[in-house]
Every structure is written in C-alpha cells, then in structure tokens.
C-alpha cells in the first residue's frame, strides 16, 4: 500500500504545486477583475482576495479591487 505524500517527505513537491496553484489563482483572478463579467461579484473578489492571501508564501500578493460593471456593492 503506498503511504500519502506529506509536507515533510515530498522532496519540494508540494512547494512546487503550491507555486503552480497560487500562480493559476494570481492569473484568474486578474482576467476576472479585468473582464468583470456580470455574475462576478464583491464576493467572490472578497473570496479569492482572501484564498489569494491565504496560499501567498509572502503575505503581500497586490490585491486592487478597482470598481467594475460586474461587481454589486458589498
């Protein structure tokens, strides 16, 4: 039976995965933000600002929250 990976004996993988999953979500975010297509809403730019600074490895990825057609007022 194979054991589960873990953090500590992955060899950098899931840091590796991490990166990959944060930079998807980085690059998701922007095209919402800038398409601002109808159904995208204050809540789920406040939901993936806040998945964004949970997963950042340094705690300031740049979150704008310019004001677009799409998005209601919270």
């Known amino acids: 039976m194979r054991r589960r990976t873990t953090a500590n004996n992955d060899g950098g993988h899931l840091g590796k995965n991490q990166e990959k999953l944060v930079t ?3 690059t998701l975010f922007k095209l919402l933000e ?8 204050q809540e789920h730019h406040d939901l993936a600002s806040e998945a964004l600074r949970s997963v950042s490895a340094s705690g300031s990825t740049p979150l704008s929250r310019p004001r677009s057609k799409g998005r209601t007022a919270a």
């Open 24 to 26: 998807a979500l980085q």
């Open 34 to 41: 800038e398409y601002a297509p109808g159904w995208y809403t």
